[in-house]
């Protein structure tokens, strides 16, 4: 499984979840079997509030999962119908955050808990 995490600073498993989806400045993709770490920009970072394009940000890359600490409903919405689980994250580096996940208790992502705006809600004070 392919798991995509949103970071201020690409560090590897090191790496602090950020607390926004569309407004991170890079993600960090662990292919959860081997822990292999891929780092990429977010190649969508600076769109118009509400206007996130997901596949954009990710460069086209591949994932299974998204552990984040906020997400909009709009880019939940399209990661969602692109296949793709979008967690809350529960703990500050991906790899204690993986932990969390491998044991099933890292929460889904619904319409309901995300976002409201910038500045509003939990892991949305960016």
């Known amino acids: 499984m392919k798991i995509c995490f949103p970071v201020s ?4 498993m090191e790496s602090e979840v950020y607390g926004h989806f569309g407004s991170a400045p890079a993600f960090i993709i662990v292919e ?3 822990n292999q770490v891929t780092a990429i920009n977010n190649k969508d970072r600076h769109h118009v509030h509400g206007a996130c394009s997901p596949m954009k940000a990710l460069n086209n890359q591949k994932v299974d999962a998204v ?3 906020g997400i909009g409903a709009g ?4 990661l969602n119908q692109s296949g793709i689980k979008v967690f809350q994250a529960q703990a500050l580096t991906v790899r204690e955050n993986i932990i969390v996940l491998k ?3 890292l929460p889904e992502f619904s319409s309901q ?3 409201a705006g910038h500045g509003h809600g939990m892991g ?3």
Do not use: M, P
């Open 9 to 12: 600073k690409a560090n590897g």
């Open 32 to 34: 959860s079997g081997s």
């Open 67 to 69: 552990v984040v600490g």
């Open 75 to 78: 880019a939940l919405i399209k």
């Open 103 to 105: 044991a099933g208790n």
């Open 113 to 115: 808990n995300t976002c």
């Open 124 to 126: 949305c004070g960016h």
